[in-house]
């Protein structure tokens, strides 16, 4: 009863309250301190007013604070440094991806390059110099002896050195008659233990001519005269050949820039030969 009494107060109330709206022969007062506002009426009593209150939109999302902008950078400079990170195990990876094939390349043509040098040399110890032609076969002899010229002296007649149409002088074979040539040269390194000094060992074939005032080197091989597998007891073989235009009365001789390091065995360690092919 008391509830039906309420609502009956707030139904008059309410339409007291439009009728203050609306006419102006009563006194009114409000008041906007956000709990009431009051009509007062010419009876003196005093009514509370009804106000309707909207509800929130059920299309507005749930509020997201606002990420700082330290926090921002903070992210992206983690996400940059990962990337880096990325690129250089990247290229670590390639980088040792390209020395293996590297070192597999290099592998392969140094086999290569040891087999055509004894292909070569098998050839040059085994053939016979052909019939009425040029050729001439020197052998290293009981020592190691330096021409005028810096070049290698060899033994030309006793063993299995041999002169056929060419010529001998001072360490060089002469040509005598104009066409190609097959030249060689092999020489038979060794050290006891490894220099101090210039490792480094240049072997040459050269020639002198006319033509010209200096020397021309035709073939040369360089090598280290201490490797990284042993520093004790140093051996190593070197071994030229190439086919060359010579003329008339030119020159060839074999260079060496460290002749202490030329071992002296046999004939066949060391030796120094041409033929017309």
């Known amino acids: 009863m008391w509830a039906s009494h309420s609502l009956e107060r707030i139904t008059q109330a309410a339409g007291k309250r439009q009728t203050c709206l609306l006419s102006s022969p009563f006194q009114s007062s409000a008041t906007t301190d956000g709990s009431s506002i009051y009509c007062v009426m ?12 909207d509800a929130p939109s059920q299309r507005d999302g749930p509020f997201v604070p606002p990420v700082p902008r330290s926090q921002k950078k903070g992210q992206r400079a983690q996400v940059l440094l990962w990337i880096l990170v990325l690129l250089m195990l990247t290229a670590v990876v390639v980088q040792g991806y390209f020395l293996i094939s590297f070192r ?27 019939t009425g032609k040029p050729a001439a076969h020197l052998t290293l002899g009981s020592s ?5 010229n810096r070049g290698l002296l060899w033994e030309y007649k006793d063993g299995s050195a041999f002169l056929q149409d060419m010529g001998y002088k001072d360490g060089s074979l002469i040509c005598n008659k104009s066409g190609l040539y097959y030249i060689y040269s092999k020489l038979y390194l060794g050290y006891p233990s490894c ?7 240049t072997h040459s074939i050269c020639k002198r001519t006319s033509n010209y005032p200096k020397e021309i080197v035709l073939l040369t091989n360089n090598i280290l005269s201490c490797n990284w597998d042993s520093h004790r007891d140093w051996r190593h073989n070197s071994f030229l050949a190439g086919i060359v235009q010579l003329e ?6 074999v260079k060496v820039s460290q002749s202490q390091l030329v071992r002296v065995k046999d004939d066949s360690k060391s030796y120094f030969g041409a033929f017309m092919i």
């Open 195 to 201: 220099p101090t000094t210039n490792p480094l060992l």
């Open 104 to 130: 597999k390349e290099l592998d392969k043509a140094t086999v290569t390059q040891e087999a055509v040098e004894a292909s070569y040399e098998k050839f040059a110890q085994g053939h016979s110099p052909p």
């Open 144 to 148: 190691v002896n330096m021409a005028m």
């Open 42 to 53: 010419e009876a003196g009593t005093a009514y509370p007013s009804v106000f309707v209150v």
């Open 248 to 253: 008339e009365k030119e020159e060839v001789f």
